[in-house]
């Protein structure tokens, strides 16, 4: 008989994992801490990439045994604004990325995933949180320090259908904005690697810049946020636990995508489980490439400036822009080369030093040793 088999956190990555492991016949028990799954989020529009790896994301989703049946909208154009207020056309030959729904709500990538893993048996504990953990067990639990931050609204509109985006650091330091609109519901939010304390000015900032120059109207608009982290650890197997999602740091450093990365995690954890297969081993294969890649992407990008955030959007506007950052997301000589010089700049906000014994079973701290504290090792 099947050992069961205890995940932490019911988001993507943990009921990925969870799915995973039910196919083959394991009982599975996920805790979640709040009363729904994807209880974070606000039923606003995210983008799943599509850019990071060769394959589709929805024929990876399949491969997994997952079923993409959650509101799945293709993007291949949009519109890209450079500081100067210059607007370019974005045009792919394949979908960019797949705008999809993040929430408790109806037809949300969230509920889907729930709804899978229940069909399976999963049984999902809500409004439980585990502090300790003994033995073996998958940690799901999302991110632990901000070291982006989104600051959005969702709201509904006239509008049927629009994706832009806006590279501009008097808008978003270092990072970008972001407009996503279908069938009259509308998301747009400043994605800030900076000056956290003044996010309501840039979120304000952006919706007028977004109202004028492409005439948005809304109606019964709600303000949200949202963070992230990113950080790479050598082994994301501790004590018996095996980490995975934002709870590993698999998140992308240049533009803070994690959903496919968390779903791949997941699947790639339970199948080592399953077939008793070393996991670092296994997420260092096919996921710290072009996690490295995207930290070097990250640190080029901060470099750049406003003229540079000009230059860049002409050369996606000119060119496939799925090509272009998917040459970007491999790891190369170049990337080696820059990754170094990042590893020394960067510093996470992943880390807790109140916990820097070795053989912690606490579940939600982060377990840093002194010596580590950026959060990027080999």
């Known amino acids: 008989m099947k050992h069961p088999v ?16 039910a196919r083959r016949g394991y009982p599975v028990t996920v805790w979640e801490q709040h009363s729904d799954v994807g209880f974070r989020f606000h039923n606003d529009f995210q983008g799943l990439e599509n850019w990071s790896s060769d394959s589709d994301v929805l024929t990876e989703l ?15 154009n949009g519109v890209l604004f450079t500081p100067d207020g210059e607007e370019l056309s974005l045009v792919s030959s ?24 229940e069909q399976l048996g999963v049984e999902i504990v809500f409004n439980r949180r585990i502090d300790k953990l003994e033995g073996q067990a998958i940690v799901a639990t999302g991110p632990k320090g901000a070291d982006i931050l989104a600051a959005g609204v969702t709201f509904e ?110 699947y790639i954890a339970a199948q080592c489980l399953i077939n008793g297969t070393d996991y670092n081993e296994q997420w260092k294969a096919h996921l710290r490439p072009a996690l490295r890649a995207s930290l070097a992407n990250r640190f080029l990008f901060e470099r750049l400036g406003q003229r540079g955030y000009g230059v860049l959007a002409r050369r996606l506007s000119r060119h496939e822009p799925s090509r272009i950052l998917n040459h970007h997301y491999q790891w190369s000589f ?45």
């Open 62 to 76: 399949r491969s997994y045994g997952l079923q993409p049946d959650f509101e799945c909208v293709p993007v291949s």
């Open 334 to 378: 170049s990337k080696r080369l820059f990754s170094g010089m990042a590893r020394r700049h960067y510093v996470s906000k992943v880390k807790d030093r109140e916990c820097t014994h070795e053989d912690c079973t606490c579940v939600w701290c982060r377990c840093v040793r002194e010596g580590h504290a950026m959060g990027i090792e080999d």
């Open 94 to 117: 394949q979908p960019a990325f797949y705008l999809v729904s993040r929430g408790s709500g109806g037809g949300s990538l969230d509920q889907s995933l729930r709804r899978q893993a």
């Open 157 to 266: 509109t006239s509008h049927d259908h629009v994706a832009a985006m806006v590279f501009d650091d008097t808008l978003a330091p270092k990072g970008y904005a972001y407009l996503l609109v279908h069938n009259g519901k509308g998301t747009m939010a400043s994605v800030l690697y900076r000056d956290f304390h003044n996010s309501d000015a840039y979120r304000n900032a952006c919706l007028d810049f977004f109202s004028e120059r492409l005439g948005l109207n809304l109606s019964d608009s709600r303000r949200f946020g949202g963070f992230g982290n990113f950080f790479l650890r050598g082994s994301q197997v501790r004590n018996g636990k095996t980490y995975i999602g934002e709870a590993a740091g698999f998140q992308d450093f240049l533009w803070g995508f994690g959903m496919r990365y968390a779903m791949r995690s997941g």
């Open 6 to 21: 205890t995940i932490v956190g019911a988001g993507p990555a943990g009921l990925t994992a969870a799915i995973t492991l």
